[in-house]
């Protein structure tokens, strides 16, 4: 299952989450003015969707570090940020590891 590595990466998941807004378009022109907005509600969903699959990176990771994910990734796919900024911000909420 090939397909699955794309969900171990900002950047793969940014690939699948612009693939689907593409064909959203593309079925629904209307839908042009918001394609940002749905890019960014396809890439929360999907994340949360990964998460309970326990699918990738999202394994082990609280709910709020899913959707911090998967805004990050539809900003990545939409051009906005790359990927190594987006990594930095999810980052800044992982638990700190202490030391005994």
Request: charged share 10%; aromatic share 12%.
């Amino acid at each position: 299952m090939e397909y699955l590595l794309l969900f171990t990466s900002t950047a793969g998941l940014s690939v699948v989450i612009n693939t689907i807004t593409e064909f959203i378009k593309l079925k629904w022109p209307s839908t042009k003015p918001y394609i940002q907005y749905i890019s960014w509600g396809i890439g929360i969903i999907l994340a949360i969707v990964c998460q309970l699959l326990g699918i990738g990176m999202f394994v082990g990771i609280t709910l709020l570090q899913t959707i911090i994910l998967g805004f990050g990734a539809s900003i990545v796919s939409n051009g906005t940020f790359d990927t190594g900024l987006v990594d930095w911000i999810v980052s800044l909420f992982k638990p700190k590891k202490t030391l005994n």
